[in-house]
Structures are given as structure tokens and as C-alpha cells.
């Protein structure tokens, strides 16, 4: 199973994305909006993965929460899968606590699920179906 990207919270995509780029020679995608995550991402192709910035747009949203609660840094990793809804069934039928029990849209149009930290030593997972 590929790594389809690793997630970085940062407090501002206008700040972080210039300590990035320039060390990999990469330039970031344009800011997109994921509105149910109350998030602005960008991506940046390093190599064979993403990097993907996640910048909170409420205090109250998940990456927002992170934060505060850890500061900027390694907020999720995650996997490319056939089917995302039948990769959160596997891991359900084995014991681990899921955050979606079923795939919803995420960044770049693309079907996503996150499997809780608990499960994976405190690392939030993603899978994410289809490749980048």
C-alpha cells in the first residue's frame, strides 16, 4: 500500500509554503478549500509523494484543535487504496476505531476515511482511493 502523501498542520499556508519549496525545488499547489474540514490545503510534490499543507479556517476545526494542542508539524500520514469504504470496513471487523465509517469527498475531489490515532500508536491515518 503507497504512501499518497504525508499531512503537515501549519497556521499559515502563506507562511509555511516558502520554508518548503525552495529546499525541494517544488512550487505549491493553489490553495484549495475543504470546507467540511473547515481546512485550505496546498500541495507539494516532493519525489515520489505530496506533502500536504493543511491550514485551519476556524479555531474549532480539527487542525485547529491540533495546533493548539501540538503546534505545527506531522498532523496525519496517508495511503492509497483501491476502496477506501472497504479498507474502514477491514479495519473496523479487526478492532480499530475508525473516525469515518465511510469514505466522504476530501482534497483534489478524492475519496477519503481516517482511522483514529488510538489504533496506530497516536499517528492519525488516512486512506485516500485512487492515486494522486
Known amino acids: 500500500m503507497p504512501v499518497d502523501h504525508l499531512g503537515i498542520a501549519v497556521r499559515s499556508l502563506s507562511d509555511a509554503l516558502p520554508r518548503w519549496e525552495g529546499p525541494f525545488g517544488a512550487?505549491?499547489?493553489?490553495?484549495?478549500?475543504?470546507?467540511?474540514?473547515?481546512?485550505?490545503?496546498?500541495?507539494?510534490?516532493?519525489?515520489?509523494?505530496?506533502?500536504?499543507?493543511?491550514?485551519?479556517?476556524?479555531?474549532?476545526?480539527?487542525?485547529?484543535?491540533?495546533?493548539?494542542?501540538?503546534?505545527?508539524?506531522?498532523?496525519?500520514?496517508?495511503?492509497?487504496?483501491?476502496?477506501?469504504?472497504?479498507?474502514?470496513?477491514?479495519?473496523?471487523?479487526?478492532?480499530?476505531r475508525l473516525v469515518d465509517q465511510v469514505a466522504r469527498m476530501g482534497a483534489r475531489g478524492r475519496r477519503v476515511g481516517f482511522c483514529h490515532p488510538s489504533g496506530f500508536g497516536g499517528v492519525l491515518v488516512e486512506f485516500v482511493e485512487g492515486g494522486p
Open 27 to 96: 512550487t505549491g499547489s493553489p490553495p484549495e478549500e475543504v470546507s467540511s474540514q473547515k481546512v485550505r490545503i496546498s500541495f507539494l510534490e516532493v519525489g515520489t509523494t505530496h506533502l500536504e499543507f493543511l491550514e485551519p479556517t476556524a479555531p474549532d476545526s480539527p487542525v485547529g484543535k491540533f495546533l493548539d494542542s501540538h503546534g505545527e508539524g506531522l498532523h496525519h500520514v496517508a495511503f492509497s487504496v483501491p476502496s477506501v469504504d472497504r479498507k474502514l470496513a477491514e479495519l473496523a471487523s479487526s478492532g480499530y
